[in-house]
């Protein structure tokens, strides 16, 4: 076994924050970075020491891996936890880091590779007889071989790129005379997200729930899972409520699952913490979707049912400690709602919102978990994802966790942007949403009431406000750290605003 002494955070915000806050109640000494437009954050101050590494732009700061791995050099760090986001599923840095002699906090490079890629995490899994949905096994290229498999697996169907992530090479086609222009915009939105415009078929499971469980291995060949997070309340195909359990996964198919997700880290050798995502259908029968190689945003949750710190098991396991736990002794205790607060209008599709934190006053009490980044006064910054805080609450069942989430987003105040808190209370106040009957067309079925919202988008509007939000994020999911970044020019907001008149 080793023992982390120093550690670098190479990301930003509420997670840099979570991960230090962990390290020092193991007694580790940690490192922040930082960007120009970040010198004043929060995970700067709290962090025992801190380097500037660069521009607003991520390209130029957090996703620099040789100004991160000279910062380590240079300050004695021995290991790196890259959070989510940025650099977090990039199996490059994670070879520089090892190459460094520097202990990376997370899976394997090959593992990363390897569950990069559906359709070879598709071809990774199949021993294990995971259920999986319909379609191809391989990348298509060739058109009219491709509309022939579409045909014969019966639209509607799903073009989905396999580098991609968070909504990015992914377009639905319910008949065969739209499939030509669709197969052309997902190859070109593939290419252009992800430098690799590889593209596979799936039949389009038209109204499912989005369940993933999170799993943990060790570097002695023990894996466990700690059970399910439902995810189906989305919006452009990214979460906004996440909780645990799942209001309708029995203890069966909760095993099944688990078992699955399990047969999908050992397919990787995986170590660490990481999530395997499924799609449930209307019958309950549920299909392998990706497996995601980081600790997810969405962890808390997982934390307040399970009574363990992901950070600290992460960190305990990239020391080469083994699991000090069995599936034997994990049990679901209680029930956790997670809300994602975004600078974003609900009210105009989600579109991001900047501006200053005029009011910022969090909510307290029992069962009330704020995992954030930012205090009163600070500005919102248009280089990063739009996100400003993680709202969970956890209470003895899922009543009394939906019960506290709306006293919580009551007494959360926020003025000088638009936020999602909104739309929180919204969901937890909707009769589908209280009774479990949801999946991920919530939105789309519930949330265009003309006197919830105005009138429902057209296309265009979808298209703008998917562009919008990917202006707005400095970082991917699956983010190359030569890549250059798109940020938006200071007409935007105007722009924007004379948009949204």
Known sequence: MIKIQKLLVANRGEIALRVMRSAREMGIKTVAIYSEADRQALHVRFADEAVCVGPPASSASYLRTDVILDVCQRLGVDAIHPGYGFLSENAGFARQVQAAGITFIGPSPEAIELMGSKLAAKAAVAKYNIPMVPGTEYAITDLEEAKAIATSIGFPILIKASAGGGGKGMRVVDHVAQFEEQMQLAVSEATSAFGDGSVFIEKYVSSPRHIEIQVLGDTHGNIVHLFERECSIQRRHQKVIEEAPSAVLTPELREQMGRCAVD?????????????????????????????????????????????????????????????????????????????????????????????????????????????????????????????AKLVTYGKDRQEAIEKMIRAIDEYQITGIETTLSFGKFVMEHEAFRSGNFDTKFIELYFQDPGVLKPAPSAEEEEIAAVLAALFAGHTKKASPQATATTPTSGMSDWRKNRLK
């Open 264 to 388: 999908v880290a050992k397919a990787c050798d995986y170590v660490g913490a990481g999530t395997v995502e499924f799609l449930l259908d209307e019958n309950l029968n549920f299909y392998f979707l990706e497996m995601n190689t980081r600790l997810q945003v969405e962890h808390p949750v997982t934390e307040q049912i399970t009574g363990l710190d992901l950070v600290k098991e992460q960190i305990k396991v990239a020391q080469g400690a083994p699991l000090s736990f069995s599936q034997e002794d994990l049990t679901i205790t209680g029930h956790a709602m997670e809300l994602r607060v975004y600078a974003e209008d609900p009210a105009n599709n989600f579109l991001p919102d900047i501006g200053t934190l005029t009011t910022y006053k969090r909510p307290q009490g029992l069962g009330v978990r704020v995992d954030d980044g930012f205090e009163e006064g600070m500005e919102i910054p248009i280089y990063y994802d739009p996100m400003i």
